[in-house]
């Protein structure tokens, strides 16, 4: 399958997730396997977009400074892993495919949901806030 975005753009926007502890996946079995551990897992759908940059990995970074925070990491890369996307989307249900996005499971469930319509257009620090209370229901 052909590649939405060549990697050497992409690769400094997976960088900035990876950077901070967060597993990049490709692969839709290992999306399933990640999700599906013990604990808490947070899903990030990273994307080439501005409002992924200003706002969606900057709040995920944030969030992670909390005392409370996911047991795992990962994230998959919307237009360029498109397999382990896919099945990330497929997870999310009922939630329509959104871009850029961050879904919270635990023990494999999906317990909450921030589509890109909660992201665009909200500063980084309000996105990391919500993760935050996320995070200290469900971690």
């Known amino acids: ?75 998959v890369f919307a237009g360029v892993d498109h397999e382990a996307t896919s099945r990330a989307r497929e997870l999310m249900v009922p939630f329509p495919p959104s871009s850029p996005c961050m879904a919270l499971f635990k023990n494999g469930e999906l317990v909450h949901m921030l589509e890109r319509h909660h992201i665009e257009g909200r500063p980084a620090q309000l996105i990391a806030e919500n993760l935050i209370s996320a995070y200290n229901s469900y971690c």
Do not use: W
């Not at 013990?38 to 409002?51: A, D, I, K, R």
């Open 1 to 75: 399958m052909k590649l939405m975005y060549p990697p050497e753009l992409v690769q400094p926007m997976r960088d900035e997730l990876t950077a901070v502890g967060f597993e990049q996946i490709s692969d839709a079995n290992r999306v399933e396997e990640a999700i599906s551990q013990s604990g808490t897992t947070l899903v990030v759908v990273n994307s080439v977009c501005g409002c992924a940059a200003a706002n969606a990995r900057p709040g995920a970074r944030m969030s992670l400074a909390n005392v409370k925070k996911p047991d795992h990491l990962v994230t």
